[in-house]
């Protein structure tokens, strides 16, 4: 088993900044990506940004410029540093990992249990 713990949500108006972090733990032989998506009411969850174990990031277009992606290795630890936030950033912010257990082994694919980030105009 693997646990995702994420903290860093809340309020905050637009322009303003979060940092949000997600920290893997168990079962984790290697972390192929770790990454972010976001579910906003009424819309289909969507990747934010990823990285994968060679350090490569990428990110939906309408975050470019604005959030940075980061990852202690040493911790399983991913930061999403979101600055010059706007109200359409407000949603539920997933933290996701691909992992394996063992070398040459299956991937599996975990998810945080959420948090909020709200945006306010």
């Known amino acids: 088993q693997v646990q995702l713990v994420e903290s860093g949500g809340g309020l905050v108006q637009a322009g303003g900044s979060l940092r949000l972090s997600c920290a893997a733990s168990g079962s984790i032989f290697r972390i192929n990506a770790m990454g972010w998506y976001r579910q906003a009411p009424g819309k289909q969850r969507e990747l934010v940004a990823v990285i994968t174990s060679g350090g490569t990031t990428d990110f939906i277009d309408s975050v470019k410029g604005r959030f940075t992606l980061s990852r202690d290795n040493a911790k399983n630890t991913v930061y999403l540093q979101m600055n010059s936030l706007k109200p359409e950033d407000t949603a539920v912010y997933y933290c996701?990992?691909?992992?394996?257990?063992?070398?040459?082994?299956?991937?599996?694919?975990?998810w945080g249990q959420g948090t909020q980030v709200t945006v306010s105009s």
């Open positions: 996701n990992v691909r992992h394996t257990r063992r070398a040459l082994g299956p991937e599996f694919n975990y």
